[in-house]
């Protein structure tokens, strides 16, 4: 168990022995649901990858195991890797709009209605 000094990983990667690059489970700390199914919805877009998965060891441990295989010798942090930065794109593009259409509701408050 980490100390108190010590900040225990946010991701780790498990590799089975003598296991390829392109099959990996990664343990994500801190996570559930809500980054698990959108993170494999945007990884599974990538016609690189056979399979991603992922569980949620238990209910009461805010971790989940994150399963990637690829196909043709492609390292399987290289999905990931894409898969976070595509779902950091459309997140940014749902604030923006957002934001956007917050911005276009208060300044239809603030005229006067005729």
Known sequence: MAGEGEKKPVLEMVQADGGDD???TFV???ED???????RYMIMKNPEVEFCGYTITHPSESKINFRIQTRGGVPAVEPLRSG????HDVCQHVLNTFQARVAEFK????????
């Not at 649901?33 to 993170?39: K, R």
């Not at 300044?107 to 005729?114: D, K, S, V």
């Open 22 to 24: 392109g099959c990996v």
């Open 28 to 30: 994500m700390h801190d």
């Open 33 to 39: 649901h809500t980054l698990g199914n959108s993170l």
């Open 84 to 87: 976070l930065n595509d779902l």
């Open 107 to 114: 300044e239809g408050q603030e005229q006067p209605m005729e």
